[in-house]
């Protein structure tokens, strides 16, 4: 079965500081990772995909297949950075479906 | 395009009621989700559609619920007799199909059961 673990529900830290989302991830095919974010008041959207290895935000997030992991990262949290993360997973084969995480609340004080 | 509107946004409803919950997706878009949302279980796949079809509802808790896609612009979710353990925020998604992964949500629907 298809599991998705953010171990940590909340997260703060000071306006500057390094922060690691942890994400770990229990699928024996080949996945696909994805984090979302929910600002407050907004909607859930797509923050960024492994296959992109893209940076959004300054966020960066590197899939690690022998750890299972897809930790989101950014160098300098940013008080606009506070929010919900979510990791997600897609499974190979046609479904579009994903597997979300809890989420973790992160808070950037300033 | 104003996105996925659901509605209502809120309900508030007694124990044993049934409560229907409305989702328009985005235009173009093939697939259908419904999520449930709690801070013990966190984001939760109830249901989803493709094309109309009910492709995947292992996530549906109990015959209490129920999903219907009539056609591409409309979807429901109800839930009859509806109980305590049912409060929660309700999520419609939808995507185009393309296997981008990304989904784009409603604002949610919040349920309270009391």
């Known amino acids: 079965a298809q599991r998705v673990t953010q171990p940590e529900k909340l997260l703060s830290v000071f306006k500057g500081a390094p922060v690691e989302l942890k994400c770990n991830y229990s699928?024996?095919?080949?996945?696909?990772l994805f984090w979302y974010v929910q600002y407050s008041r907004q909607r859930l959207q797509l923050l960024l995909r492994h296959i992109s290895r893209e940076s959004i935000k300054g966020f960066t997030a590197d899939l690690n297949k022998g750890e299972t992991s897809f930790h989101l990262k950014k160098p300098f949290a940013q008080e606009e950075d506070s929010a919900m993360y979510y990791c997600?997973?897609?499974?190979?084969?046609?479904?579009?479906?994903?597997?979300f995480g809890k989420g973790m609340k992160l808070t950037v004080n300033p | 395009d104003a996105g996925v509107i659901q509605s209502p946004r809120h309900e508030v409803t007694e124990m044993g009621q049934e409560v229907t919950l409305r989702c328009k997706p985005i235009?173009?878009?093939?697939?259908l989700f419904w999520y449930r949302q709690t801070m013990m279980r966190g984001l939760e796949l109830l249901i989803y559609?493709?094309?109309?079809?009910?492709?995947?509802d292992s996530g549906m808790p109990e015959d209490r619920f129920s999903a219907k896609m009539p056609n591409a612009s409309f979807s429901t979710l109800k839930i009859q007799p509806s109980e305590p353990r049912d409060s929660a925020v309700y999520f419609c998604?939808?995507?185009?199909?393309?296997?981008?992964?990304?989904?784009?949500f409603g604002e949610g629907s919040r349920l309270t059961v009391l």
């Open positions: 559609f493709n094309n109309n079809v009910p492709i995947d």
């Open positions: 997600a997973l897609r499974t190979q084969g046609g479904s579009e479906k994903l597997v």
């Open positions: 699928y024996s095919g080949s996945p696909e």
């Open positions: 235009s173009g878009h093939n697939s």
């Open positions: 998604a939808s995507s185009s199909g393309l296997r981008t992964g990304e989904l784009f």
